[in-house]
């Protein structure tokens, strides 16, 4: 439907079907039902002209590759009892410079904001338990990169995320320094980091994942 401006559902419609609005490319706005508990894979993808969205206070999960390729989306307003982001869900939103994530996140995965080349910032919850990989790869644009203090799971330390529980950078940014305490860092730690021309290993490092430092 490239014509497609404009949507507004009813609230009677308790859930949408995967990929259910992929390359509605004129879509510039759609107000969703507050009876859905789940974004479902791929329903907004390559939905390049969307802007803003508002998730349903009741939605807990939005499933991969949801809102990917939504060129203009630059506001995301998320449910409080939103659960988990899972693989691409907003990978390559590249006008996305800020996000809130809410308190009640628990899971994020692979490549969740990969290629948001305009995100400047990004703080993990405190109960977030799980990191996938490459969360913020190709998030050229990324300067901070920081976990809450009362997350039992991770820490930050110079912009870079250390999961606790392995004592292993699991991810980075452009202006990441190596913590001296770890002993590892994780697959993909690296990911599409570029721009810079020297990183320091420190002595600490015992081993260094698969395609830790691709690309950069």
């Known amino acids: 439907c490239f014509a497609l401006s404009d949507i507004i559902m009813p609230q009677t419609i308790n859930s949408i079907g995967a990929y259910a ?5 004129s879509l510039t706005r759609i107000t969703l039902p ?13 939905c390049s002209s969307l802007q803003n969205i508002e998730i349903p206070s009741n939605v ?3 499933d991969s590759l949801a809102f990917m390729n939504c060129d203009q989306l630059s506001s ?6 939103l659960n988990s982001i899972n693989q691409g869900a907003f990978a390559a939103c590249s006008k996305l410079k800020s996000i809130t994530l809410p308190a009640s996140l628990t899971f994020i995965g692979e490549q969740a904001f990969g290629a948001c080349t305009s995100l400047e910032a990004l703080i993990i919850p405190s109960k977030v338990q799980t990191i996938g990989l490459g969360i913020v790869g190709k998030c050229t644009s990324l ?3 920081t976990v809450d203090s009362n997350n039992p799971y991770f820490y930050s330390k110079s912009n870079g995320i250390v999961d606790k529980r392995i004592n292993m950078l699991v991810q980075s940014c452009k202006v990441t320094e190596i913590p001296t305490e770890v002993v590892g860092i994780a697959d993909y730690g690296f990911i599409f980091v570029s721009g810079r021309e020297e990183i320091i290993i420190p002595e600490n490092v015992k081993s260094i994942g698969y395609d830790a430092f691709p690309d950069c």
């Open 34 to 46: 507050s009876a859905i508990s789940k974004i479902s894979k791929g329903t907004f993808i390559r």
């Open 60 to 62: 807990t999960t939005i």
């Open 76 to 81: 995301i307003s998320f449910s409080s009892k």
């Open 21 to 25: 609005f992929q390359n509605c490319k």
């Open 143 to 145: 300067t901070s990169l």
